[in-house]
């Protein structure tokens, strides 16, 4: 797989599957706009690291659709064009139903959704408004199994993936006609710094074993398979929802 001067923008790519997609598509000759809301010091050193020259740093809060709009905007005036979006950026937090108040329930639901999917979608909207003059591109949504065995502490959080799976099966039949692929990846845990308390706490031997090969996945695992689905030998798999969580869950 080869992107020798295509623009890739990863939404939070400071750290973690981000981090670790932006280095894979910059080895591979690819143009990276990292994208971070609040850790600025972890996007500077993810873009200190990236191979190549010309790579742009942005800031936004992804909840926030105005600053969505700049964003996509700030990455066509330095790059000129956009080709692939990388929609990695999300949140998690628990509120078991049978133990929060409902102003936190509502809080939990507001802001989880406002992120994972509605902002999602939003840079969808903006990335595609550049993608169809232009004659193409490919939208990649970073999901979770989650959204199909269900996540009882935290709700919202499985809801907000199992709307990201729909919008990408819908997406990717509007958008076929105008050479836009649209793709998720369901991965389970995944050794991130946002997972590293819970593997290296109490639950961590049980949540290894939730996979028959003893282990959660690495972030490079996930992107190679982002890179996959943006390459041109995924184009008749669009609409396509990738598992990447060895065989820990396993849906019909």
């Known amino acids: 797989m080869e992107f020798k001067d295509q623009v890739v923008l990863i939404t939070g790519s400071s750290r973690g599957i981000g981090r ?13 706009a990292v994208h971070y809301n609040r850790n600025v010091s972890a996007a500077e050193e993810t873009i200190s690291l990236l191979q190549g020259e010309g790579h742009l740093l942005l800031q936004a809060d992804i909840s926030a659709p105005m600053e969505v709009e700049s964003m996509i905007q700030k990455t066509q005036q330095h790059f000129g064009r956009l080709d692939i979006v990388v929609n990695n950026a999300g949140i ?11 102003a936190e329930w509502l809080a939990s639901w507001r802001n989880t959704l406002e992120t994972n999917l509605i902002g999602a979608a939003n840079v969808c909207y903006c990335a595609t408004q550049l993608m169809i003059p232009q004659g193409g591109g490919r939208i990649i949504n970073v999901s979770s199994r989650g959204a199909f065995r269900g996540e009882p ?8 993936k199992a709307g990201m ?10 958008l ?29 031997d049980q949540v290894r074993q939730q996979s028959p090969m003893g282990r959660v996945a690495l972030p490079e ?14 184009a008749f798999m669009t609409g396509g929802i990738m598992d990447v969580n060895g065989a820990s869950y396993l849906r019909s």
């Open 153 to 160: 502490e935290c709700p919202a959080y499985g809801a907000s």
């Open 176 to 204: 076929a006609p105008h050479n836009i692929g649209v793709y998720a990846i369901a991965p389970g845990f995944v050794a991130t710094d946002m997972a590293k308390s819970t593997l290296e706490g109490p639950e961590g």
């Open 20 to 32: 670790a997609t932006a280095l894979a598509f910059s080895e591979k000759g690819a143009k990276v």
């Open 221 to 234: 695992e996930v992107a190679h398979a982002i890179l996959f689905y943006a390459s041109p030998a995924a």
């Open 92 to 102: 998690f937090s628990a509120h078991p139903i049978d133990e929060v108040s409902y």
């Open 165 to 174: 799976n729909a919008m990408s099966q819908s997406l990717a039949k509007k």
